[in-house]
């Protein structure tokens, strides 16, 4: 199995894409801070393991015990894992599973 890819996501803001700071998944205040989401396979035949960071500020991040804070995060970060497309080596692109 190789070193899975890295995959950021976030909500599009004023922000540029290529930039280090999005809003935060769950309240919208801009943040630096990334947190691990979880690990999702794209492709079928071929296989491309992503690891999924989320943007997600420090204050959030400690409510995510909260149970309404935690299903408001994974919502989110499952309806922006559907949009996602993945490149794999040969520069094919992968659909969310
Ligand atoms: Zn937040």
Request: charged share 20%.
């Amino acid at each position: 199995m190789s070193t899975p890819q890295k995959f950021d996501i976030y909500y599009d803001s004023k922000m540029p894409n290529d930039g280090w700071l999005q809003s935060c998944i769950v309240c919208d205040i801009i943040t630096s801070k990334l947190h691990f989401y979880k690990n999702v396979t794209f492709g079928t035949t071929i296989k491309v393991n992503v690891d999924i960071y989320s943007y997600l500020c420090s204050t959030c991040k400690k409510k995510l015990n909260n149970k309404d804070i935690f299903e408001i995060y994974e919502t989110n970060c499952e309806e922006l894992i559907t949009n996602i497309t993945i490149k794999d080596q040969s520069n094919q692109s992968h659909q969310s599973p």
